[in-house]
Nanobody
Framework: VQLQASGGGLVQAGGSLRLSCTGS????????MGWFRQAPGKEREFVAA????????YYAGFKKDRFTVSRDTTTNTVHLQMDNLKPEDTAVYYC??????????????WGQGTLVTVSS
């Protein structure tokens, strides 16, 4: 599985960004895809994930309705719409992919990461 993420950048607090990640490989259509993030000096944490057909969606508790994950099953692209961004959302965001039992805790497939910086 190969994952290519894009869409990071610099935004002011309260603004929005949309991250995208396109997956390729033999199993990509049927496995979960999602996002982790790692803030400076902190451990990586789960953000959101979605199943291969888009029917099952998982979010971390912190998102508080500010983040929305979606999936285009025709292109195997997962999006993370982030609204009302806060400085504490500043992190490198990683696209991930794996089976349902690993996607939120220990996915085995990682993209290269895209930096999101939220200024106050």
């Amino acid at each position: 599985v190969q994952l290519q993420a894009s869409g990071g950048g610099l935004v002011q607090a309260g603004g929005s960004l949309r991250l995208s990640c396109t997956g390729s490989g033999r199993a990509i259509r049927i496995i979960h895809m999602g996002w982790f993030r790692q803030a400076p000096g902190k451990e990586r944490e789960f953000v959101a994930a979605i199943s291969g057909n888009g029917d099952s969606i998982y979010y971390a508790g912190f998102k508080k309705d500010r983040f929305t994950v979606s999936r285009d099953t025709t292109t195997n692209t997962v999006h993370l719409q982030m609204d009302n961004l806060k400085p504490e959302d500043t992190a490198v965001y990683y696209c991930v992919a794996d089976q349902a039992d690993r996607i939120t805790k220990g996915p085995r497939n990682w993209g290269q990461g895209t930096l999101v910086t939220v200024s106050s």
